[in-house]
């Protein structure tokens, strides 16, 4: 049955921050609440959970209606039956995990004893991985462990609805992705309808079944997070999720056209979403007119270095041709990210192979001596001793190799520089 919000409103004083927004959350779904700092999205989950008190509309959870103040109607938070991860984990310093992670079950009076408390900790541990560690104090936790403890504790009573607000913010890069597939994991396993708030596309994209994108406490859209990313209904929604590059387009008879009069082909169809709108790769309504603005995404794009002139324009359906100037580039890891100047705008553009082209066409490298001064050094393919060295095939040689073995290297090493790689890498 899930949660059922209509026309929720909340205001402090005469600033209205949740305008009357609907939404429902079915059985067993995953839906997010996607948005800017300020748009009303924690807000939202507070009055779900009972901590706030909404100035209208109702909140039902289950079916069962929670709050309504026409109706002097407000269930207290602690009679709602749910499960909340909070952004700063909130456990208890000076208690254990396991105590931790009890303590909902203990303050709701232990209806079933102390042996069905510990089975159900044992059970919430065992689900997020902790069991093992159910002795230790939150001191002796790293964050991801800490996070996962308030987890387990939001899910030990078996509740009939969890909610997460911004629970990854305060992890790093590496341990916040090891987190959200762990999240995925468990709210898969347990099929209990979940609403989540994030300001991360990522986190929303990879999870949820559903996004909801709020902007000045109203919903902007909702969807799938492909339809989401593949149809914005405006260039907010555009912007905000995911890589968007805008072109300011205009109609010329039967003819789109940059600023500059390039020609180019945009798929308008049903894109056409009101003012500011835009589909992928389409147009959208930007003012009175003829003039839109197009969205490209930069992963859309490939370049290629043609020699001699290029005619710009259509060249089959769906696929353009224009000509433009590379301003510059930033190696990102999987991909070079470049700046290119088209049609009087400047866009970015993500072409695929271009961190290999980048790797294999790069001719020279900029290391620090050790005098402190800069020297170039070409790029030069050397066979390394053993595969484990293959990781350090970038690193330019950075001094002489004397004549003899190098230290740490490997019998099998003939080449000066393989020596040398082998020995600044340390993996032989």
Sequence with gaps: MGISIRNLVKSYGAATVIQAISFDVADGEFVTLLGPSGCGKTTTLRCIAGLDTP???TIAINGRVVSDPARDLFVPPHERDLGMVFQSYAIWPHLTVAQNVAFPLTVKGGRDGAG????AV???LGIVGMGHLAARRPSELSGGQQQRVALARAIAARPQLLLFDEPLSNLDARLRDRTRLEISRIQRELRVPTLYVTHDQTEALSMSDRVIVMEAGAVVQEGSPEALYHRPVNRFVADFIGNANFLPVHRDGLQWRLEDGTPIAVDAGD???GENGAGENGVGENGSGGQRVALLRPESIRIDAEPGPVTPGPVTPGLNRLSGRVMGGMYMGPHVEYIVEVGGALIRAFPPGAAARQSRHSELHRRRLPSGRNRRFPRQEH??????CRSAWWRPMLRRVPRGPWPGSQPGCRSRTSRAR??????C
């Design 271 to 273: 894109h056409q979403a």
């Design 422 to 427: 082998c020995w600044r890498a340390r993996s």
């Design 116 to 119: 069905a408390v510990a089975d």
């Design 122 to 124: 044992s059970w919430a």
């Design 383 to 388: 066979r390394p001793c053993r595969i484990a």
């Design 55 to 57: 100035n209208g509309g």
